[in-house]
Nanobody, 117 residues
Framework: VQLLESGGALVQAGGSLRLSCAAS?????????MGWYRQAPEKQRELVAT???????TYADSVKGRFTISRDNAQNTVYLQMNSLKHEDTAVYYC???????????WGQGTQVTVSS
């Protein structure tokens, strides 16, 4: 399956962005957990949020109350709504699909989010 992220941009602190990630396989998308991760320069990739096939969500403590993950199974797309952005949210944001039956993770190519302070 291919994952294509979009929506990254340069934004001022306090602003908002919505990231999108479209999956090429409807079957895999609808049956598995989707996630957003991010990687800042010289830091390890970290979990931002996940959403299961039954729409259960989890969030990193650093984004709780500011970010919202959602999915649209009709469009095979997962979204990350980011509000009250901070400079420390600056990173490349990656979408992933965790295929449970294979215990395998697919990754998108990433989209850059830059928050100016």
């Amino acid at each position: 399956v291919q994952l294509l992220e979009s929506g990254g941009a340069l934004v001022q602190a306090g602003g908002s962005l919505r990231l999108s990630c479209a999956a090429s396989s409807a079957t895999l998308f609808r049956g598995n957990t989707m996630g957003w991760y991010r990687q800042a320069p010289e830091k390890q990739r970290e979990l931002v949020a996940t959403i299961t096939s039954d729409f259960t969500t989890t969030y990193a403590d650093s984004v709780k109350g500011r970010f919202t993950i959602s999915r649209d199974n009709a469009q095979n797309t997962v979204y990350l709504q980011m509000n009250s952005l901070k400079h420390e949210d600056t990173a490349v944001y990656y979408c992933n699909l965790f295929r449970l039956d294979w215990l395998y993770t697919y990754w998108g190519q990433g989209t850059q989010v830059t928050v100016s302070s």
